[in-house]
């Protein structure tokens, strides 16, 4: 794959927040139809990276640049890069109090400019493991578990059939029958050449991915096949109490 088949492209991306330099010159790209696994401990700057990507109010890089589809969309608003097909899947996603599932998925499509019918809602459905006959009329509320919003926010997504997706741990909160869902999703996404960056603690998912960063104190530490990374993490990163990185860290390209 060449230089045309790259979809994202981050150079050097910094955020401070406060006092505190939470993302520290980050850079990767995800080509078409790539999954890149991102990794790393609690507060490492995963959920932050995602938001800078979206654009979100209040996260603004001081330094760097977010090239999507060849076209620097760094200080983009949110709107302008979903409607670029670039689309984000929330850690905790929002529960639009009051709306049923039938009108969350109809406005997904809607807000992308595309059609709304009963067999595209039902199949959104079914891809995540969720029985339309039973969520349909369902109020998106805290009614719905955890999992169940999340398993709906992933049907909500294909929906709006994005070009690139971040997806801030789609597994967290999720049954291992979901978790099979879950990846069979990615997998479409996958096929049907969309580039995914996921962010998972989850194995099955990393190990769907073709490659994996591995993120610590906001700093990516290391690259390599998802096998390699998920090694690294349990063995150096869970054990490491430093304040920076584990010592091996040196060692590492
Ligand atoms: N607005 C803010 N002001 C100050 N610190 C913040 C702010 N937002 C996030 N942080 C800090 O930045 C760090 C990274 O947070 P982030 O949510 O990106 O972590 P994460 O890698 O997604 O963690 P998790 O695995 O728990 O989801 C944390 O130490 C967090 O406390
Ligand atoms: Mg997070």
């Not at 979206?54 to 589809?69: A, C, N």
């Amino acid at each position: 794959m060449g230089e045309k088949d790259t979809i994202l492209s981050v150079s050097d991306l910094s955020i401070v927040k406060g006092k505190k330099k939470i993302l520290k010159k980050i850079s990767f790209q995800v080509k078409k139809g790539e999954v890149l696994a991102l990794v790393g401990p609690n507060g490492s700057g995963k959920s932050t990276l995602a938001y800078i990507l979206m654009g979100l109010k209040g996260y603004e890089p001081s330094g760097g640049t977010v090239i999507f589809k060849g076209k620097d969309i760094t200080r983009a608003p949110v709107h302008e890069r979903a409607k670029a097909g670039l689309i984000l899947g929330w850690q905790e996603p929002a529960r639009y109090e009051g709306i049923t599932v039938r009108r969350f998925l109809a406005l997904g499509l809607e807000g992308r400019g595309k059609g709304v019918t009963e067999d595209k809602l039902k199949w959104a459905l079914k891809q995540t493991g969720l029985f339309p006959e039973k969520y349909m009329e369902r109020k998106v509320d805290n009614t719905l578990s955890g999992g169940e919003r999340k398993r709906l926010e992933l049907s909500s997504i294909i929906l709006m059939e994005p070009e690139m997706v971040i997806l801030d741990e789609p597994d967290s909160g999720v049954d291992a029958v979901a978790i099979n869902n879950i990846t069979g999703v990615i997998n479409n996404l996958k096929e049907s050449g969309v580039g995914i960056l996921v962010i998972t603690h989850s194995d099955e998912i990393l190990n769907l991915a073709d490659e994996a960063l591995l993120i610590c104190n906001g700093t990516i530490i290391k690259k390599g096949s998802p096998k390699e990374i998920g090694k690294f993490f349990v063995d150096k990163c869970l054990p490491c109490s430093d304040d920076e990185f584990p010592k091996e860290v040196g060692l590492i390209e």
